[in-house]
């Protein structure tokens, strides 16, 4: 059984949720969604604390909030601002294994609809396509393991992530 944890970091919409859960049960792991945990800390929806605060100050919060999470053999399915912050990439990192699930652009253009509404942290009048090629090398830089999702339903992702696991932790797995 794998001891650490599996981070999923990527866009939104690429699928970390939906994937995160299908993995955990498959590898007996716990799942926690870091977008749920701070919404519980905070008592309030992201999409709220993004209206009342603003983009700067929320990614502060996210930040603090996942400085905080103490996980253990656990799934966590990030939310896709998570990558803007220096410390919470680096106190995941020490206790997970990151997974990029990269998804093409054309593909997450059709599963993101309302921005705001899903409260993504992109400045106003910025286009999906920009906000890709800013975070791209930041998820490329802070990845262990990059899977290209494109064509696989949420379940061969999850095939592809237990896949690369195995290769990759050789003989801490059992
Ligand atoms: N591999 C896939 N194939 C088809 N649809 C998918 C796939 N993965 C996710 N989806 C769909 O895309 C949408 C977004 O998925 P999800 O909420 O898991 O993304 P996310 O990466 O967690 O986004 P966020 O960063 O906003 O939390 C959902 O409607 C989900 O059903
Ligand atoms: O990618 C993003 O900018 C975000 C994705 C969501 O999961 C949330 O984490 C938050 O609303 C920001
Ligand atoms: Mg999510």
């Not at 599996?6 to 994937?19: E, I, R």
């Not at 696989?152 to 050789?170: F, N, Q, R, W, Y």
């Amino acid at each position: 059984m794998i001891k650490k944890n599996v981070v999923l970091t990527g866009m939104p919409a690429t699928g970390k949720s939906t994937v995160g859960v299908i993995l955990a049960k498959r590898l007996g792991l716990a799942f926690t969604d870091s977008d749920v945990y701070i919404q519980t800390r905070e008592g309030r929806r992201l999409s709220e604390i993004i209206r009342d605060e603003g983009l700067e100050t929320f990614k502060k919060i996210e930040e603090k909030h996942l400085c905080e999470m103490e996980a253990r053999a656990t799934v966590i399915a990030t939310g896709g601002s998570v990558i803007y912050g220096r410390r919470a990439m680096d106190h995941l990192g020490k206790k997970g294994i990151i997974v990029y699930l990269n998804t093409p652009l054309s593909t997450l253009m059709a599963r993101l609809s309302d921005l705001e509404a899903r409260g993504v942290v992109i400045q106003p009048g910025m286009s999906v396509e920009s906000l890709y090629h800013e975070r791209h090398p930041l998820y490329m830089e802070r990845a262990h393991i990059v899977i290209p999702t494109e064509g696989l339903s949420p379940s061969m992702v999850a095939d592809a992530v237990h896949e690369a696991l195995i290769k990759t932790l050789g003989e801490t797995w059992r």
